[in-house]
Nanobody, 124 residues
């Protein structure tokens, strides 16, 4: 059974850092791109970042470029999102997701399977 389980969320002050993790199981992990998404209170879910199946290609939305770093460990079936310089606008539930492709070309529209999410709160 396909599973994606996020962890690592929490409360942090503005300017702080967090590392989110996504543990995958139930599918050939190294075949697929994995994306991170977020949904802030009262807003629609939006794409944040994506990493291709082999990890050689990454994609970031403009609002996290230079602050967030996505990575993956195919041997461990894990994807990470290192978040730095966090701002109150980053407060959201963060989800990892899997689509049917190995690349991130259209990741924001491709994803079919989602984890339950992990909550990130940035507040002083």
């Amino acid at each position: 059974q396909l599973q994606l389980v996020e962890s690592g969320g929490g409360a942090v002050q503005p300017g702080g850092s967090l590392r989110l993790s996504c543990a995958a199981s139930g599918f050939r992990f190294n075949y697929y791109a994995i994306g991170w998404f977020r949904q802030a209170p009262g807003k629609e879910r939006e794409g944040v970042s994506c990493i291709s199946s082999g990890g050689s290609d990454t994609k970031y939305e403009d609002f996290v470029k230079g602050r967030f770093t996505i990575s993956r460990d195919n041997a461990k079936k894990m994807v990470y999102l290192q978040m730095a310089s966090l701002q109150s606008e980053d407060t959201a539930v963060y989800y990892c997701a899997k689509g049917p492709y190995s690349d991130c070309v259209n990741y924001a529209n491709d994803m079919k399977y989602w984890g339950e999410g992990t909550e990130v709160t940035v507040s002083s």
